[in-house]
């Protein structure tokens, strides 16, 4: 018992580390998102527990958060660095990640939540999103709580054509977004974590930062 134990143990942490190197990959094709992948991670299993899911379900969350923009491998880099805003016909190759998301990570066929986290992370609520339109509660559960986390470490970044968009402004997107962009149970979860970070910490201890 105590062997199969200690195996269970070596494979999960075998697993954790593969995710974070291909994470940490990820990132570094993008000088704009460093850090991206596992602040998205950390914010998606922030309301995942604020929505009371079980460990094992906020485990699954944190690994597809983790992985959700894998399918930027398939992106040429003069796109995903370009500066300034994106071409309509280079808007249209970025929203291929997902669906290259969804072929890498359904080879994991042990883990199928990794793969639907990938494909569905930019789904909107209002059926408007890629690559599928999917509508509300037709995106999977998992999807609509990384869309979230993504949206909100895309907006309080710095990116090539912004400077980080304060918390307040931010907290009125995602208000805006209600329904429309997000599901409204965890926009509304975020926006409540928002509130509770009165110093403006959150994205600090999402980097790792002290």
Request: aromatic share 8%.
């Amino acid at each position: 018992l105590e062997l199969y134990r200690k195996e269970k143990e070596h494979e999960h942490t075998m697993f954790k580390q593969t995710a974070e190197a291909l994470a940490s990959a990820i990132d570094a094709k993008d000088k704009y998102t460093h850090g991206h992948s596992s602040r998205v991670a950390a914010y998606s299993v922030q309301i995942a527990k604020a929505v009371y899911k079980s460990d094992e379900e906020c485990e699954q969350i944190l690994f597809a958060a983790l992985l959700h923009d894998v399918g930027k491998i398939g992106i040429a880099d003069r796109i995903i660095n370009k500066e300034g805003k994106l071409t309509a016909e280079e808007f249209d190759q970025i929203k291929l990640h997902p669906v290259y998301g969804y072929q890498i990570l359904s080879k994991i066929e042990v883990s199928p939540y990794l793969s639907i986290g990938a494909r569905y992370h930019h789904e909107r609520y209002d059926g408007k999103g890629y690559p599928d339109g999917l509508v509300g509660e037709g995106i999977p559960e998992i999807a609509r709580i990384i869309a979230v986390a993504d949206a909100y470490d895309a907006m309080t970044s710095k990116r090539s054509y912004r400077e980080p968009i304060p918390q307040q402004r931010v907290r009125d997107e995602l208000v805006k977004g209600m329904g429309t962009q997000f599901d409204p149970l965890f926009a509304k979860t975020m926006i409540h974590l928002i509130d509770l970070d009165t110093e403006y910490r959150m994205q600090q201890t999402a980097s790792g930062e002290n």
